[in-house]
């Protein structure tokens, strides 16, 4: 485990923290590829989100963690505090950011380019302040005016999810008409609030809220249809990893697979994504997907090397 030089707990170096390379360059979100989707590491400092809670509930985990997908080629980092699962408990501000500020701050350090996971402008705002370069919010509809107007003063990226209700209410609010246009439409509206208060629409990232306040069809019915969102002109960032939707996928002996057992479907759907040119994938197994959205940027650039061929052959004639 070379990229952490000494893994917390184990050989010469006993310390608790791991140590840090030496900060070649800081990741902003201008330097982010342009010639590949972007794939963002999920890292839950949680005692219960759904696929790994506990695992990095303590600030030296969460960092060695996070560490890992950073070296191992994570483009951002999303660091969450509170989960965000069906039926999840709400967390008190104060913890959340008891539980993420230190971790941001390292990882900002070592040069990452780091996501803080929030619903609360608060939390937003001092996860800027400690080197977060992007702000992750799952409120959709519910948005809090405060992370409207932080948002515009600071013109930090943000990405506004689509969801309906909260997480205890989510599971309930999936009627729809065609959930492709009513998520374009619900998401416009909100997108609405951020441009009156100032925001530009380059700070502005629209993600279709797969597995919020959405049924399994529904959420097939959207990746299939990335490309009607992607035309509201926005980047769009897609979060498929581990959901439940996946897991009814591949039951096996009437038994949905478990959430660590999703990873290969996850990745496929990074593929199906980044083939559809979509911005950016938020997942918990950075290098498989990694490895899908290089392999989708080669696909689509056979197809336009196809094309230029083509097009130049006719010219010629």
């Known amino acids: 485990m070379d990229s952490l030089a000494a893994a917390p707990g184990t050989g010469p ?10 900060r070649k360059s800081v990741a902003t979100f201008a330097a982010l590829p342009k010639d590949r989707t ?32 950073f070296y191992g080629g994570a483009d951002i980092i999303d660091v969450g505090g509170e989960s965000t699962r069906p039926g999840a408990a709400y967390v008190d501000e104060a913890e959340e950011q008891a539980r993420i500020l230190p971790v ?29 370069g992007l702000i992750n919010d799952v409120s959709g509809a519910n ?41 374009v439409a619900e998401l416009a509206e909100v997108r609405e609030k951020f441009y009156a208060a100032g925001v530009r629409e380059e700070n502005l990232i629209l993600d279709p809220g797969i597995g919020f306040s959405k049924n399994a069809d529904q959420n097939w019915e959207l990746l299939a249809n990335l490309d009607q969102v992607a035309a509201m002109g926005n980047k769009i960032l897609v979060g498929t990893s581990r959901k439940r939707f996946l897991g009814s996928l591949l039951t096996s002996a009437g038994k949905a697979a478990a959430p660590k057992e999703r990873d290969d479907a996850t990745s496929a759907t990074t593929a199906i994504a980044a083939a559809q040119g979509i911005w950016g994938v938020r997942v918990h197994d950075v290098d498989a997907s990694l490895d899908a959205a290089k392999v989708a940027a080669r696909l689509v650039q056979g197809k336009k090397n196809r094309e230029a061929r083509l097009s130049a052959r006719q010219a010629a004639q």
């Open 13 to 22: 170096a006993t310390s608790p923290l791991p140590v840090l390379r030496a």
């Open 38 to 69: 972007v794939v963002m590491g999920i890292l839950n400092c949680t005692p219960d989100s759904f696929s790994d809670g506990g695992e990095y509930d303590s600030t030296e985990t969460a960092i060695a963690h996070g560490l890992r997908m």
């Open 104 to 132: 941001i701050s390292t990882l900002a350090k070592a040069g990452a380019l780091v996501s803080v996971d929030t619903r609360h402008a608060s939390t937003a705002a001092l996860a800027l302040d400690a080197g977060a």
């Open 143 to 183: 948005v809090h005016p405060d992370m409207i107007a932080l948002i515009a003063e600071r013109q930090a990226p943000y990405v506004l999810m689509h969801s309906r209700g909260d997480s205890r209410s989510m599971d309930s609010l999936t009627e729809y008409t065609d959930v492709v246009d009513e998520v």
